[in-house]
């Protein structure tokens, strides 16, 4: 039997660093990192995802405002709230909750964002950071991933790792974050040929495909290590169930290590949102004050996260 990788234990790890840095951050520079959630519509769904985010935020004393915009909300009045969260120096990242409802444009809405704020790490320029191999703030999903997979293997030089996806939210910044951890990196999605005999080449799989059970037993070498990204809602006798992109149950039986759905990526998703706002904080202090809490760059958080 496979290795269980548990999201939830381990973000509450993080969770626990993250707190430990509010708190210095409140001691000697008197901030309180404040996140600010704009959620536009109704959607059921996104509301208990922001609900979560500002649930564990208040655990680890990061201060969050919620926006709450109504489904008809123009692009004009979502440009304007985040141009006055922009200049406000209260509030130290921005998450503008995806997807958008149709009359609104994403690519400018993430674009207005000011690249210090932008603790999705979706901005063009932070994106570009991350390709080009510089410090930035990284996509929380990947970067969960990434903590999950440190856990595993001590070092993930050289390994085969295919992510089945290439969305701009996960499939394409996870390759990335795979390369610069020197994986052989490979990228499946929709028209992706043998997929199936690809992934069983791979030391590694990540699934984030958003297809209920796409990835079986027979697409896994014996010994890999799966990580399931996706959230499918599912009805099973009227009660609402949350599965991922991997059929847990067969492939457990094969796999070194898989992460499960719920309690895997999900949770690591939210801690490494509340990382990236304390992050985002440090980026926003002058130089000598970023050198001041120099403990808290990319490199020296990533390595607390490695398998000791
Ligand atoms: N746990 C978490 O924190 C998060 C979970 N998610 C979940 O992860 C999943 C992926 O999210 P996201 O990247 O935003 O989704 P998208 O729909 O944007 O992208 C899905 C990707 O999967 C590919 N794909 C779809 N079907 C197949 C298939 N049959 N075989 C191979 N590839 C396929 C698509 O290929 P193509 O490009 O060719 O269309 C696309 O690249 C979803 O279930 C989502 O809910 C997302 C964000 C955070
Ligand atoms: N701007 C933006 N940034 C995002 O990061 C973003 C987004 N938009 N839109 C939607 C997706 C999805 N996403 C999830 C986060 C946490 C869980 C999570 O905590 N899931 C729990 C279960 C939660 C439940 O029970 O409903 C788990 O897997 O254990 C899931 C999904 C972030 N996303």
Redesign the pocket.
Known sequence: MAQLID??ALSAQVLQQVAADVALLKADYDILPTLAVVLVGEDP??Q??VR?KMKRASEVGIGSREHLLDAGTTQDELAQLIATLNSDPLVHGI?????LPAQLDEDSVIASIHPDKDV?G?HPLNVGALAAGRDTLVP??PQGCMIMLNQVHSNLSGKNAVVVGRSN?VGKPMAALLLQANCTVTIAHSRTQNIESLCRQADIVIAAAGRMALVDATWIKPGATVIDVG?NAIEIDGKRK?VGDVAFEAVSQVAGAISP???????M??AC?LLNTTRAVTRQLACPLEQGVGAMNTTARSDRYVRS
């Open positions: 999201g939830k769904a996104s208990v995802y979560n998450l503008v909750q995806l997807p999705d979706f929380c999903t939210i959230i949350l759905v719920p309690g895997g990526v999900g949770p998703t939210i949102l």
